[in-house]
């Protein structure tokens, strides 16, 4: 990615391990600007910050239960007595353990709180720089609420707080439904960033209509056929062991095939998945339909050992598995199925006549040109970088972990929660996807380490240079105006280039052909715009700039 190149090629970041990352001096300035735009935000709101310790005892997890779900992600480990410790990865199971040992009634309520802190997550495929890392610092703030209500003016309120954050970043977010994941709650949303190397893909309504995260985007799909049922019959089909083929040697449509896709649960379950054969299963609908913490591909012996074959199986006759089965299937007469026999398929099968599916539910991944759920237009699958989300928690943890109040009714009650997070180095990253050129990175004054690159020409030859530089140097660090003084004896081309490539967004200029037009030449790192000014006028605009 061209954030990965630039950051590294500039001296922003190095890679120590894989997705562990060192901020160099500049990357740490770029960094703390970003946090900084995060907390005056989050104070606007009422925030009130804090700090949660990375490790944590691993008996907090068990009384919430995630201990138990989350996969090796989660890094488990023992401290020196053999107690189970975790690394972090998020913090609601500290924050309903304060709470509970905190608050006591509800005139201690609402509160938010957040912090900026470093988080573990031991991903299993690092990639993209600081899109997609091990180690990082993630602002997480919590909203703790007597009711439901509550909730939804916190929820509304870190909304708008993030609209601004993104804003101040210089980052086009667009805010998508999705999947609540191992966060659990009622409802998410992500902020996203629209990128040709972003992991999520994106259901776009092309009317602005709707936005989902294709986890768990809901569209419209096809009218079936109106036929009615046919008896089966069984065909032969050698060498037809996927869709395409078996579509090109019965010459017909995929649409007109149902398709067998197979996984296994965390907990052992067997689960034959039937969509129609045009369409591609939604891993994350499917294990939310099943209650299931995690899914893996089922192995062709886990198949053959419930009665079925692969390449050519269906469920007619299978047993000791879990059939769940696409609403758009069930609706559809006379499929294309296996038949359970190696170079077989059957004619004119039909749900509920032929087999009998445990669960009948959503669980295909929307495509493009499918219609949008809410104005029938067509919607279109774009890829995005989520820099943001935020959950609805509601009592997920709280209850669990005994997080109460007493209520004016002289009752205990679940105090609500809500969870919202924001990766920094990652939005470090995206701002550089937003904000580069073929000559290097161009900062927006936001967020950029230095609002200006003093560069010197002929300074070993001209000495006035070297004092009209040293000079105005001085007075800016006298008053708190900090700038990047490249005053080493380098070529003019090879401060340029390095100055274009850190992408400060003013780069200043004295040489003697600046101070024969009247002081300093001023480039503006954007646009490339280029004017002369009088040092004194250069100096009162910056010091303009840094008092806001």
């Known amino acids: 990615m061209a954030s990965h190149r630039l950051l590294i090629r500039a001296g922003y970041v190095r890679q120590i391990g894989s997705g562990i990352y060192s901020l160099l001096p500049l990357g740490w300035r770029v960094t ?39 996969g090796p992600e989660l890094l488990r480990f023992k401290d020196r007595t053999g107690r189970d410790m975790v690394l972090a990865m998020t913090h609601e199971e500290v924050v309903a353990s304060l709470l509970h040992d905190l608050v006591s009634s509800y005139r201690q309520l609402p509160l938010l709180i957040y912090h900026i802190q470093t988080k573990f997550r031991d991903e299993p495929r690092s990639r993209g720089g600081l899109i997609r890392v091990r180690e990082f610092v993630m602002k997480d703030s919590y909203s703790c609420d007597l009711d439901t209500a509550g909730l939804d003016h916190s929820y509304q309120l870190h909304y708008e707080a993030y609209t601004r954050i993104f804003g101040r970043l210089g980052l086009d977010a667009i805010v998508v439904g999705a999947d609540v994941g191992i966060m659990g709650g009622s409802l998410a949303h992500e902020f996203m960033v629209l990128n040709e190397w972003g992991e999520d893909t994106l259901v776009l309504c092309e009317r602005g209509d709707y936005a989902a995260n294709q986890q768990i985007a809901m569209v419209g799909k096809p009218e079936p056929p109106n ?57 994350t609908k499917l294990a939310n339909a099943v209650k299931a913490y995690s899914l893996r591909p089922a192995q062709a012996e886990e198949i053959r050992a419930a009665g079925m074959v692969p390449g050519y199986a269906s469920p007619i006759g299978a047993h000791d598995t879990v ?105 470090v990253a995206c701002i550089v996807e937003a904000h580069h050129d073929q000559k290097g990175i161009v900062w927006p ?73 009247g002081g300093v030449e001023v480039t503006v790192r954007a646009t490339g715009e280029r004017s002369v000014k009088p040092i004194a006028e250069l100096e009162a605009q910056l010091r303009t700039a840094a008092t806001g």
């Open 32 to 70: 703390r600007r970003v946090e900084q735009v995060i907390r005056e935000e989050m104070d606007r709101i009422g925030c009130q910050e804090m700090e949660m310790p990375v490790v944590q005892p691993a008996d907090l997890w068990r009384e919430s239960g995630r201990y138990q779900k989350i």
């Open 227 to 283: 036929e009615e049922p046919m008896a089966t019959e069984e065909v032969a089909t050698p060498g037809a062991a996927t869709i395409a083929d078996l579509a090109r040697v019965l010459e017909i449509g995929a649409d007109r095939t149902a398709k067998a896709t197979f996984f296994v649960t965390g907990d052992g379950r067997l689960l034959t998945v039937i969509t129609r054969g045009d369409y591609e299963v939604s891993e």
């Open 323 to 427: 059939v769940i089965v696409d609403d758009l299937v069930a609706r559809s007469p006379n499929l294309v199925a296996g038949a359970n026999r190696e170079g077989f398929h059957l004619r004119n099968v039909n749900v509920g006549r032929d087999f009998s599916p445990d669960m009948v539910t959503d669980v295909v991944n929307a495509r493009n040109g499918d219609p949008c759920p809410k104005c029938g237009a067509a919607v279109a699958l774009r890829n995005g970088i989520e820099v943001g989300n935020i959950f609805k928690l509601g009592t997920d943890f709280s209850i669990p972990m005994g997080a109460t109040y007493l209520g004016e009714d002289g009752e205990r009650h679940p105090i609500v929660m809500g969870s919202y997070g924001i990766g920094v180095g990652r939005n």
């Open 445 to 517: 004054a936001e967020v950029a380490p230095y609002p200006a690159h003093l560069v010197t020409i002929a300074a070993a030859k001209e000495p006035r240079i070297a004092e009209e530089a040293d000079g105005l140097y001085a007075r800016l660090k006298d008053a708190g105006v900090e700038v990047l003084y490249d005053d080493r004896d380098e070529s003019p081309g090879v401060k340029f280039t390095d100055a274009e490539l850190l992408g400060m967004p003013l780069i200043v200029t004295l040489s003697p052909r600046s101070l024969a037009a």
